[in-house]
């Protein structure tokens, strides 16, 4: 009774694990997509600048 106890609660772990895992992922990427945005931002006023001093 207390190994089915045991195999239940280590497989609702793991579960847990891999749930957190895709998570993370998944903010990941949203702070990719974020990061990148930014990044086309700065690019973009960095452009901006050039064409107003040159």
């Known amino acids: ?13 793991k579960e847990l ?5 895709e998570e993370i992922m998944k903010s990941k990427e949203e702070l990719d997509k974020i990061d990148k945005k930014i990044d086309e931002k700065v690019i973009n006023i960095m452009l901006k600048g050039r064409e107003e001093c040159g």
């Not at 009774?1 to 772990?13: A, G, P, T, Y």
Request: aromatic share 6%.
């Open 17 to 21: 694990i891999v749930k957190n895992k």
């Open 1 to 13: 009774m207390n190994k089915r106890r045991l195999k239940k609660d280590r497989l609702s772990f």
